[in-house]
């Protein structure tokens, strides 16, 4: 009799009948098929049932015996992840092993080369500060010179002649900074507000 | 002005993973919290000794816990917990043949006290003491044709419709095909469906 049952339902179509979202040929199916119709009354008593066992509890306490066997993490630094990492498997360890040959070897060729050529790298740092001074005096005077063909230079300039009249400035200045930052402040604050059902 | 932490209640588990990792312990703590009364339902079920259960769900939790770094977070939590408490059961059933079930409280108990506080607890959901007394035998009933089923098909079962999994979640924590776990439950519900006839009247 179980067998003729389960010729007429597939177990995918016992479970979307069960889950209430099947299509209107098995429901007709199982409203006119006694097996089948008996057989999903029965499963879904069990689902039911079952649905409605409690939970069990464990004994009081369970959290902190838990609790009292578990290490937490210490959070570590970015350096002690990154050490942790390398020396995690063979094969990291054998790639940080090679990463740091690599480091100490360039590093030794370095000192070996510029302990051998003194006069080659004193003449390379000459010659670069010079080129390094000369091209921030362009900039520099490139700078002020724009500056001065402003039309509102002149304009700025009597500002600062009077010591009051730039204190006020600054003032204002200073005043609308800090207003900025406030409202900045405000607006990328994470909201303190209370959460819905919080309370339960 | 320092501003209030959130309610880690309020947060889902991958954030609750988060601050653990970060080394708070009170996100350890509701971790356990949330998870102790499903871990430990299943496995009492899966065992049929509520001391064992218990020890077995501390080592479930022990276990998550201090692997907390290596979770994955594109993985569900629960399911990851799931997986570890039912490998436990699993690992527990395979080393030992268990004795039948008590709903009258752990064997090992020795005395009144360990007795009560063992015995197999059906959920009072404010009926009369009628209701209680049926709702205990209807349970206790249940319970009983649970226990009799084979393991596998206990762990889907239980899995499916107490947790209210879906059958690919299932598959993944048991490591089976999705095939055979739809089997195993279908199968699982036939037999409670013959052994608990005599309730449907």
């Known amino acids: ?200 | 002005m320092a501003e209030r932490p959130a309610p880690l209640s309020a947060l889902t588990d991958q954030e609750v993973v988060l601050l653990a990792r970060g080394g708070q312990e009170r996100a350890y703590r509701e971790l356990v919290r949330r998870y102790e009364r499903p871990i430990f339902s299943l496995l009492y079920r899966m065992v049929r000794d509520r001391e064992l259960a218990e020890d077995l769900s501390q080592d479930t939790f022990v276990k998550a816990l201090n692997a907390i770094e290596s979770y994955k977070p594109e993985y569900k939590f629960s399911s990851w917990l799931f997986k570890i408490a039912n490998n436990a059961a699993i690992d527990h059933l395979r080393r030992r043949e268990l004795d039948t079930l008590s709903l009258e409280g752990s064997p090992h108990a020795v005395t009144p006290d360990a007795v009560e506080a063992t015995a197999l607890q059906i959920g009072d959901r404010g009926e009369n003491a009628l209701d209680i007394v049926e709702a205990k035998e209807l349970g206790g009933e249940i319970e009983r044709a649970i226990a009799l089923l084979r393991p596998e098909y206990r762990a889907c079962i239980l899995l499916r419709h107490v947790d209210g999994r879906a059958y690919e979640e299932i598959a993944e924590m048991l490591d089976l095909p999705l095939g055979t776990v739809k089997t195993y439950i279908h199968r699982a519900r036939n037999e409670l469906r013959r052994s608990l006839a005599h309730l449907k009247e």
Do not use: K
């Open chain 1, 1 to 200: 009799m179980e067998r003729s049952v389960l010729q007429h339902l597939t177990l995918d179509e016992i479970d979307l009948v069960l889950e209430g979202n099947y299509p209107e040929a098995l429901r007709t199916h199982v409203n006119g098929c006694p097996d089948c119709s008996s057989l999903i009354s029965g499963e879904r008593l069990v689902v039911q049932w079952l649905g409605a066992l409690p939970l069990h509890v464990p004994a009081a306490g369970f959290e902190d015996r838990v609790m009292a066997r578990v290490q937490v993490v210490t959070p570590r630094s970015a350096l002690a992840t990154l050490r942790h990492r390398a020396l995690a498997t063979p094969t990291s360890r054998a790639l940080a092993a090679g990463a740091m040959v690599s480091v100490l070897g360039s590093l030794a060729g370095s000192i070996v080369w510029s302990l051998g050529h003194r006069e080659v790298l004193a003449s390379l740092g000459m010659t670069a500060f010079h080129n390094v001074a000369e091209l921030g005096w362009v900039v520099v005077h490139g700078l002020a010179t724009t500056l001065v063909e402003q039309p509102w230079y002149g304009s700025a300039r009597a500002l600062a002649d009077s010591p009051a009249r730039l204190a006020t400035v600054a003032g204002v200045l200073t005043t609308a900074w800090a207003a900025g930052m406030l409202l900045m402040r405000r607006l990328i604050a994470i909201p303190a507000g209370s959460v819905a059902h919080e309370h339960i």
